[in-house]
């Protein structure tokens, strides 16, 4: 079998794994290079299917070519040099018969035409009508303000009063359910409301990516920039899904320059602070430490019961104060879980027809409970504290005044009190017949200077973390 024998029958293979239109996509100009000593040199052409084939169709290609030629060990992707003009012009049709689909479910305003636009007539669909992806529901008098996200929304509301000149970029970070979407989108239907003229993109960053790459295979990439330099406030949510990807950073970093110059404005959001992003190319990581960073943490057993109450009024759910202290004090992670289960309550008593009371809240909660949260016990923050530090239970736990065991002794003070609600005299026993007031001091201290070293914020995140697992 020669090698272009070879890697037509892998194909062939391939195809049998894949959508078709992902197979056309990815594969339809490929060729073998050579294959040497288990080596497998694939031609591509370009660099988004060099990263494609190479990170998410690595294993298709792998398997398909084993099972032809056991002794293959390793794809490599090269980027050829002559075939990077050649266009399956049945692929760009469905892609442009889908993107019109999208667009033409757009409740936006229309874009101006420019007039060198209507030479790109196979694609004259695909951005004549500018979309601004928000969602309606998601507004700033919605969004209930506490401890654990107010520095996330002043900072947003700042913005929204100062588009491009205040903080920019702005960077909010925080775990999943706590509200970034709700508050981004928030700021940018706020923006649309004050200023009709104003043009607003929210995206994830995964669509971006996929736009991205959809505009370079249809050849209509500078028509992709120049939308986005348009933009008065580009949001893209969830940016930690660019970690990895170089060429789309790249673009990504390219219109990001563009309209900062311009003093537009970027609002980005992630799971971790832009510094805790594998592979996030440098030069956007200064760039988003060059902004505001403000970060949304875990709510505290008083802010679940506020977001409880509100919430449970907004849906028309009576709900006593023990039912909802009973909700709080077991979903404890994060706020769509809280969502999660009023619905869920909600929906069970309407069905069952029965009134809501504390016994049915727990009987519909039980299963989710159980399922979802760990219980945690103090044994647990114990364990997690000596193994993070290094530290033995005895050194911990009795009353000595070894200077380095005092600030992981008050993280797990602090942990006791936020995680388990353990009353502050029961944590001074349980650390060698403690004051409370000295719990006190530690669970304060600890509050506080987390509030401003980021090494200890981060700590926190990562025992907690471990706690759940
Ligand atoms: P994230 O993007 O951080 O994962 P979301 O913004 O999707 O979280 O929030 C999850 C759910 O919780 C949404 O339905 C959102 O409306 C709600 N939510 C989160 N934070 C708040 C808040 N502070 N006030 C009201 N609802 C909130
Ligand atoms: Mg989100």
Redesign the pocket.
Same mark, same amino acid.
């Given at each position: 079998m020669t090698h272009t024998e070879l890697w037509k029958a892998a194909l062939g293979q391939i195809e049998l794994s894949l959508s078709k239109a992902n197979f056309v996509t990815w594969f339809k100009n490929t060729s073998i290079l050579s294959f040497e000593n288990g080596i497998a040199t694939i031609n591509v052409p370009n660099g988004f299917a060099k990263e494609w084939l190479e990170n998410k169709y690595n294993l298709y290609i792998l398997k398909a070519l084993k099972s032809l030629d056991p002794t293959t060990q390793e794809i490599r992707c090269i980027i050829s040099q002559n075939n990077n003009t050649q266009q399956n012009n049945q692929t760009v049709k469905r892609l442009d018969a889908i993107q019109g689909g999208i667009s033409a479910q757009a409740g936006a305003f229309t874009r101006k035409k420019i007039p060198n636009e209507v030479s790109l007539s196979r694609n004259s669909g695909q951005n004549s009508v500018f979309e601004s992806h928000l969602n309606p529901?998601?507004t700033f008098d919605?969004?209930?303000?506490?401890e654990?996200?107010e520095l996330a929304?002043a900072a947003c509301f700042a913005v929204s009063q100062n588009l491009g000149h205040l903080y920019n970029p702005l960077f909010i970070y925080?775990?999943?359910?706590?509200?970034?979407?709700?508050?981004?989108?928030g700021l940018g239907n706020e923006i649309m409301r004050q200023h009709s003229d104003k043009r607003v993109k929210y995206i994830t960053s995964e669509r971006f990516t996929t736009e991205l790459v959809d505009s370079i295979k249809n050849q209509t990439i500078d028509q992709f920039k120049r939308t986005y330099e348009e933009i008065d406030l580009l949001i893209i949510?969830?940016i930690q899904f660019l970690s990895g990807r170089e060429k789309t950073q790249n673009e990504f970093f390219h219109i990001f320059n563009a309209l900062y110059q311009l003093n537009k404005q970027i609002v980005i959001?992630s799971?971790r602070p832009p510094k805790a992003i594998p592979t996030l190319e440098e030069r956007l990581r200064s760039r988003f430490e060059g902004g505001m960073i403000a970060d =949304?943490s875990k709510?505290s057993l008083e802010?679940r019961i506020a977001?409880l109450e509100?919430?449970a009024k907004e849906k028309g759910i009576a709900l006593d104060s023990e039912s909802i202290q009973f909700i709080a004090t077991h979903i404890t992670q994060? =706020?769509?879980e809280?969502?999660g289960a009023l619905s869920r309550i909600m929906a069970y008593s309407e069905f069952q027809k029965v009134p809501l009371t504390l016994s049915l809240v727990q009987k519909v909660l039980g299963e989710l409970i159980t399922r979802s949260k760990k219980n945690i016990k103090q044994e647990d923050i114990l364990r997690v504290i000596m193994d993070f530090y290094g530290i033995s239970e005895n050194d911990l736990v009795k009353k000595g005044r070894k200077k380095e065991v005092a600030h992981p002794r008050q993280i797990a003070m602090y942990l006791m009190r936020t995680e388990l609600d353990t009353p502050l005299s029961s944590i001074g026993e349980f650390f060698g017949g403690r004051d409370h007031t000295t719990v006190l001091h530690a669970v304060e201290k600890i509050e506080r200077i987390k509030e401003t070293n980021l090494r200890i914020k981060e700590e926190i995140m990562s025992l907690r973390d471990r706690l759940q697992v």
């Open positions: 529901r998601y919605n969004f209930i303000v506490a654990n996200n929304r925080g775990g999943v359910g706590l509200g970034k979407t709700h508050l981004l989108q949510d969830d959001s799971d =949304i709510p802010t977001i509100t919430k994060n =706020i769509r809280l969502e």
